[in-house]
T-cell receptor
Framework: ETGVTQSPTHLIKTRGQQVTLRCSSQ?????VSWYQQALGQGPQFIFQ???????GRGNFPPRFSGLQFPNYSSELNVNALELDDSALYLC????????????????FGPGTRLTVL | ELKVEQNPLFLSMQEGKNYTIYCNYS?????LYWYRQDPGKSLESLFV?????AVKQEGRLMASLDTKARLSTLHITAAVHDLSATYFC???????????FGTGTRLKVLA
């Protein structure tokens, strides 16, 4: 069973640029959630995708957008980067696998560290 | 709006001692999760608590949930250095799977 993977690991951008982060969900999971974790803080919910549709959004501006693909992998796009966007971006997948009871546990990837200069 | 608070924010303890981390949440939540994060790493699932009075234990860690008090605790028994990490609790708004995380408790176990 393959876990959640994210790419790239690290990224450096300048203000005003655009960035795309990628996430592959764990095998059998159809839901992907994205979180932003600033240094020393808890993760903040950005949005969630379920079967290719957005299924909830946190308090993030529209320049944060996403996609989920038929294989349930996902992208997070951020336009017009600001210095405050510097953070660890975490992707998490979840879903009912086989006949197992679904308890909502999200499994996190290793994250993408974004630095905006 | 669901809010989650943890205390303490920082905890420095001696090996062999016991301590408890507290997680309070502001509105009804049907699920409570605990995660561990090592420096520079991602989050590792520890426990999920689904009902009032639920108790889960793994090694030196035990988590419990009191939905009436809107409180979850993570109890550490006879701490060892390997438990040094940041511990997060997360609650979900009823009917959704959107996690609201607490601020985290940075635990340091001293030899």
């Amino acid at each position: 069973e393959t876990g959640v993977t994210q790419s790239p690991t690290h990224l450096i951008k300048t203000r005003g640029q655009q960035v795309t982060l990628r996430c592959s969900s764990q095998s059998g999971h159809n839901t992907v959630s994205w979180y932003q974790q600033a240094l020393g803080q808890g993760p903040q919910f950005i949005f969630q995708y379920y079967r290719e549709e957005e299924n909830g959004r946190g308090n993030f501006p529209p320049r944060f957008s996403g996609l989920q693909f038929p294989n349930y992998s996902s992208e997070l796009n951020v336009n017009a980067l600001e210095l405050d966007d510097s953070a660890l971006y975490l992707c998490a997948s979840s879903g009912r696998v086989g006949g197992a009871r679904f308890d909502g546990t999200q499994y996190f990837g290793p994250g993408t560290r974004l630095t905006v200069l | 709006e669901l809010k989650v608070e943890q205390n303490p924010l920082f905890l420095s303890m001696q090996e062999g001692k016991n301590y408890t981390i507290y997680c309070n949440y502001s509105t009804t939540s049907d699920r409570l999760y605990w995660y561990r994060q090592d420096p520079g790493k991602s989050l590792e699932s520890l426990f999920v608590l689904l009902s009032n009075g639920a108790v889960k234990q793994e090694g030196r860690l035990m988590a419990s949930l009191d939905t009436k008090a809107r409180l979850s605790t993570l109890h550490i028994t006879a701490a060892v250095h390997d438990l040094s990490a940041t511990y997060f609790c997360a609650a979900t708004t009823s009917g959704t799977y959107k996690y609201i995380f607490g601020t985290g408790t940075r635990l340091k176990v001293l030899a």
